[in-house]
């Protein structure tokens, strides 16, 4: 009778793919349930660039890196190409935040396009900060 916990998440899962288990607990994105990702509204990516201080550099357009002085390029200046949005929070996280049905898809998808959880990164940045957020993990489980 220890792992009861486990076999009722267990069934909840099951329950959210195929028929309504009646379920007490609310699914949600962060538990390790797999529901699709949602997808960026078409404006998104360009709202998120306009406010990343956008400045013509040799007739381009250029945007900075949220990192600012951190950014592995001093400035933190970049083209659009090379600018990625970036969820501050977890988008998973951000969801079972802000909607309390995550079978209300068009809420789902709000979420995932907030505007107050999006930063622009630039690809170096981005891609760092998903190391980091693992060396944490791993640093953790160390000291325990
Ligand atoms: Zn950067």
């Known amino acids: 009778m220890q792992t009861r916990s486990g076999g ?3 069934r909840n899962r099951k329950g959210l793919r195929g028929s309504e288990s009646g379920s007490e607990t609310k699914p949600n994105y962060t538990e390790g349930v797999v529901l ?18 956008p400045k013509q550099v040799n007739g381009e ?10 950014c592995s390029k001093p400035g933190g200046y970049h083209p659009a190409s ?3 949005v970036d969820h ?7 969801i079972d935040n802000k909607v309390d049905d995550i079978s209300d ?5 709000e979420a995932y396009n907030d505007p107050s959880n999006l930063q622009a990164l630039c690809g170096s940045c981005n ?3 998903g190391n980091r957020k693992g060396a944490a993990l ?5 000291k325990k």
């Not at 501050?88 to 951000?94: D, G, L, N």
């Not at 898809?105 to 998808?109: G, H, I, Q, S």
């Not at 791993?138 to 160390?142: E, R, Y």
Request: charged content about 35%.
């Open 8 to 10: 009722i998440r267990k």
């Open 82 to 84: 090379n600018m990625q």
């Open 36 to 53: 699709n990702r949602p997808s960026w509204y078409d404006h998104t990516r360009q709202e998120v660039l306009d406010k990343a201080n």
């Open 61 to 70: 357009t250029q945007y900075q890196c949220a990192k600012g002085d951190k």
């Open 138 to 142: 791993a640093k953790q489980f160390k």
């Open 105 to 109: 898809k068009n809420a789902v998808r």
């Open 127 to 129: 891609s760092k900060k």
């Open 88 to 94: 501050k929070t977890a988008w998973q996280e951000h």
